[in-house]
């Protein structure tokens, strides 16, 4: 480099090689005068800015791989996915979006947000004024009248053409999932689990992701953590949170789609999705509105999902009749030389014993309302045994036929000035059994019509309801809340007809009072009539009310529910009662649910960052045996049979010491006429926060909660003998612990249910001080994390299960930016103990320390050099074989060589000393991991990574955690991972890997592909 000054001007010259550089010596900064923009609001009128156009054109970003696989072990496979995503303007008024993608994934979203991720999920959009289409994994929500809703997700296609004059629009797609819409009565003290099953009592499904509507006492909740429930698609298992204390009146409604799992169930099948829809007019404007939809939505018949063909349904299938879905075929065979069981002059099987019967017959389990026959398990060899009282079990296997179900629907509304009419048609045909060669059933009809006058002050109308017996829709007409104010049972295949008339006086949404009369039969009986009440005042204002009456005439007795509820608010405080009764008699369709149940709340707005919440619930359950007493007569309010009483007291705060959190805890008393009382708390605190300007930072979290667990009895399985922990003692006719017996013992669970408390907690404490990652600053940074969950029976208060971790975290700076930069340590310790599992109790305990230190040589070499201490202990009761108890001491040196801007070299050296105290051995290992990565023209990257070791030990199997799988003698892998991009569309790469464990044999792995990006 040369330099070539000149003192009479004002810049500097540099010549680098062929280059000259030339810069000023001085910079400066030139202010220019400052001149007052004249006022010209009142001379000059501003301008119209007219929108702008939308740009036409799309924007597309997407991927689509192809490669092959190949390993040692002749297993060939083709790999190919493909990923777009586009989005854009076709013109001034359409825009397209959409994913496509054709990669294929076995997980669901855990149902713990109220957001969902799509998981490959394929979907374009078309929207527009006049046209909607969607095409791919479709959520189709069809609402055609009171007759034609339909609510599933495809994987189809819909259009939707609509204008001021009417508009159209069609569906055609295919579902796995079946729709099935459960009810679950509460329980006591139980927020969860609550297990799902299926329409024909699956006990083993899997619901599809985002399908579920969960309601509780008629009121939709939300999916979350901090919201009111959570969901495990997986397990089919649903868990509220504590925004809603459940009791044993609380009445839950789930309506999902699912899926048998198909490792536990037979065979199902998908579903054909056809529907159409014309309407004339617009619903909310137009004067008069018509609109007519079909929906069919059918099984397909011809390619069962599971271990079975469609032409051996079709043969079982064909004979029968229409309304027959469901068959069952004995497994009963004649086998005198490998059968088990007799028949006796009934038909019954009765066990003899293995081969000592003629028969031999599969048992199939279908549930205590069915099953005939009992499963003997206290028994060396079990076997089945007839109890038709305790029976869950058939000697026959059940077989489903595919069904479809059509309906048509019209719906409309004519309007003349403040006189409208309303009417709802639905025509259903319901085929039980599409193999069939009978005819289809005939067509079953329902309507609703109503006619009224509606006013902004005055509103009055009159209606008819009719639904045929069998007439069946895709989704529920009416909800549990609907047939629980009558009394009823679900309708099934009964025929309703329902006449009803409402009067109102007031607003239509505030400062009104409303009046409704309807009287019902059911397979021509009369039913009851019923009379609704209900007034609500304007919210807005300081003083608030609400009040809603059913008065309820059946079987010449009156059955009555009443709700209140009031608030006034006078500055930051808010107070409110709340009052509801029930009180009838029962009927012959449900019985009564006698009860008075009143609170009160009080919140306080503190500040604008906080706020106090206090409230409490009392409830009264009724059981009278006179149905002519009354829960309103004072002699008999004290007379209650069941009683909940529940504190509630909250504390919400934001910015206060850069802190915001949650405190919340509720107490429940529940007494009985028994004179048991049972008292538990449901809690929850959250806390985050900053301090010392943000240098720490603080995070804390507990949960306290219940739920309720099956309990378990137990169950012998017959092994080799050396192999068992029991042994089986005839003379006291039970099994005995014995070293080496020919028994081990499994947990059977059954749905006897244990209520267990559940405590959860995570706090986490992280200090930084000011200049950490500054290499030529003193620093220092910390982080101290404790976790930990409990799992307590409640009667017992024996512990069932418990976690905690602990890990501390220590990173001291030097302020050197080379030599020694920078010690660590961490620390971890975990540990776990439960008796949950189904074989039996299991204890795992894990310690880990490393102490390290950072050494920077110069921008090219740098090294780390330090110690792992760790100890392991892991014991199960069901295999001996499992158990663990070793620590170990791991000294290693790591350096990384930047060799140039493109090359890297890295080098790993670990020597491992462990004592393995559960065998009473030493095991040693001296492990080499070289990493090397190259880059080529930034266009080619190269990684290699060769990993040799070497373990001494006198045993020929030494556990997995010990050196991560590898075993005694020599191990080696060595791996190439090769990538080359020839544009910015389109890049090869290429992976292959050989490695060796023990006296294992070679396995070699290759997988070369190609991306082209767009």
């Known amino acids: 480099m040369v330099q070539i000054s000149d003192d009479s001007t004002d810049s500097v010259m540099y010549i680098i090689g062929p280059d000259t550089l030339k810069l000023q010596r001085v910079y400066s900064v030139y202010h220019p005068l400052y001149t007052p923009e004249p006022d010209t609001s009142k001379h000059v009128r501003a301008a119209t800015l007219s929108p702008q156009s939308a740009k036409n054109g799309l924007d597309a970003i997407g991927s689509i791989t192809r490669g092959i696989q190949v ?304 499963k003997e398990i206290n028994v060396p060899i079990p076997f089945y045994v007839f109890d038709p009282e305790l029976g869950e079990y058939l000697p026959a296997t059940q077989y489903i036929a595919p069904q479809s179900l059509s309906v048509f629907s019209l719906s409309g509304h004519a309007k003349k000035a403040s006189i409208d009419a309303n009417f709802d048609v639905g025509v259903s045909q319901d085929n039980k059994n599409l193999y069939s060669r009978a005819e289809v059933q005939s067509s079953r009809i329902a309507w609703d019509i109503d006619l009224g006058i509606n006013r902004s002050n005055f509103g009055i109308r009159f209606g008819d309801r009719q639904i045929e017996t069998g007439y069946a829709s895709h989704d529920a007409l009416e909800t549990l809340e609907y047939y629980r104010q009558w009394h009823l049972s679900t309708r099934l295949n009964e025929s309703e007809h329902l006449r009803y008339g409402h009067f109102r006086i007031g607003q239509i949404s505030e400062n009104y009072i409303k009046t409704s009369i309807s009287n019902m039969e059911r397979a021509g009986t009369p039913v009851g009539q019923q009379v609704k009440i209900e007034s609500k005042s304007d919210q807005k204002a300081p003083l608030y009310a609400e009040y809603t009456a059913i008065l309820s005439n059946l079987d010449s007795s009156l059955s009555q529910n009443h709700a209140f509820k009031s608030s006034y608010r006078t500055g930051r405080l808010t107070t409110g009662v709340s009052v509801n009764l029930e009180e009838g008699s029962s009927s012959v369709f449900h019985e009564s649910n006698d009860h008075v149940e009143s609170g009160i709340n009080t919140s306080f707005q503190y500040s604008q960052d906080q706020k106090v919440m206090f409230s409490y619930v009392q409830r009264r359950d009724y059981r009278f045996s006179d149905p002519g007493r009354s829960v309103l007569d004072s002699d008999n309010i004290d007379q209650w049979n069941d009683q909940r009483q529940d504190w509630i007291a909250e504390y919400k705060f934001e910015n206060i010491l850069d802190a915001q959190g949650l405190v919340s805890m509720k107490y429940r008393e529940h007494s009985s006429d028994s004179g048991s009382v049972k008292r538990y708390y449901l809690g929850k605190m959250e806390v985050t926060g900053n301090a010392l300007d943000n240098s720490l930072s603080f995070q804390e979290s507990f949960i306290l909660d219940e739920e309720h667990i099956p309990r378990f009895d137990y169950h012998y399985i017959e092994v080799d003998t050396g192999y068992g922990d029991f042994s089986f003692d005839p003379a006291i006719q039970d099994y005995i612990l014995v070293s080496g017996g020919r028994f081990i013992r499994q947990r059977l669970y059954s749905d006897r249910e244990e209520q267990v408390r559940k405590f959860e907690n995570k706090s986490r404490l992280d200090f930084t001080s000011d200049g950490f990652g500054q290499l030529d600053r003193l620093a220092f940074r910390s982080r101290l994390g404790h976790e930990f969950r409990l799992k307590r029976e409640i009667q017992s208060q024996r512990v069932i299960q418990g976690q905690s971790m602990l890990s501390l975290l220590l990173d001291l700076q030097t302020g050197q930016t080379t030599n020694f930069t920078r010690l660590s340590y961490s620390g971890k310790s975990s540990q776990n103990n439960s008796t949950l599992y189904n074989y039996g109790s299991e204890e795992n305990e894990f310690i880990s320390h490393r102490l390290d230190g950072n050494f920077i040589w110069n921008g090219a070499h740098q090294s780390k050099v330090g110690i792992t201490l760790e100890s392991r202990k892991r014991d199960l009761e069901y295999n001996p074989l499992a158990r663990e108890s070793w620590i170990s001491s791991r000294p290693f040196f790591n350096h990384i060589m930047k060799v140039s801007t493109q090359q890297k070299l890295e080098m790993d050296v670990t020597y491992s000393l462990v004592n393995d105290k559960q065998l009473d051995k030493t095991y040693s290992e001296s492990l080499l991991n070289l990493n090397h990565s190259l880059r080529y023209k930034r266009r080619g990257r190269v990684d290699q990574k060769l990993t040799l070791s070497n373990v001494v030990a006198d045993v020929n199997s030494i556990p997995y955690s010990v050196f991560s799988g590898r075993q005694p003698g020599d191990n080696w892998k060595y791996s190439v991972n090769g990538r080359y991009t020839f544009s910015s569309m389109f890049q090869v790469s290429m992976n292959y890997s050989i490695q060796k464990r023990g006296d294992n044999k070679n396995e070699q792995y290759l997988r070369v592909e190609g991306r082209t990006h767009f």
């Open 71 to 374: 390993s040692s072990n002749s297993s060939v496979s083709l790999q190919s996915s493909m990923f777009l995503k586009i989005k854009g303007n076709l013109n001034e008024n359409y825009t397209v979006e959409g994913v496509l993608t054709d990669k294929t994934s076995p997980l669901q979203p855990i149902g713990n947000t109220r957001r969902l991720n799509d998981f490959e999920r394929v979907l374009i959009q078309i929207n527009g004024p006049e046209l909607n289409a969607s095409i791919g994994d479709v959520d189709l929500k069809l609402n055609n009248g009171k007759f034609g809703k339909v609510d599933r997700s495809i994987e189809g296609i819909r259009v939707q053409a609509k204008s001021q004059k009417g508009g159209m629009q069609g569906a055609l797609g295919f579902s796995y999932g079946k729709n099935h819409l459960l009810q679950i009565q509460g329980k006591n003290g139980k927020q969860g689990p609550y297990r799902l099953s299926g329409k024909n009592g699956e006990k083993f499904i899997i619901i599809l992701a985002g399908t579920e509507k969960v309601k509780l006492d008629d009121q939709l909740l939300i999916r979350g953590e901090n919201d009111d429930y959570i969901i495990d698609y997986n397990a089919a298992e649903v868990h509220f949170t504590q925004n809603n204390i459940l009791s044993s009146n609380s009445r839950i409604s789930i309506e999902f789609e699912y899926v048998p799992d198909i490792y536990l169930a037979s065979y199902s099948f998908g579903k054909q999705l056809i529907s159409g829809e014309v309407e004339l007019g617009n619903r909310k404007d137009s004067p008069f509105y018509i609109s007519a939809a079909w929906h069919d939505i059918r099984d397909d018949k011809n390619n069962p999902l599971g271990n079975i063909e469609a032409e051996q349904l079709e043969q079982i299938f064909e004979p029968l009749n229409t309304s027959t879905n469901t068959t069952e075929l004995s497994t009963i065979v004649l086998d005198t030389l490998n059968g088990s069981y007799d028949l006796d002059s009934s038909g019954v099987l009765i066990f003899r014993g293995d081969q000592l019967g003629d028969y031999i017959a599969e048992f199939s389990y279908v549930g205590l309302d069915r099953g005939t026959y009992r």
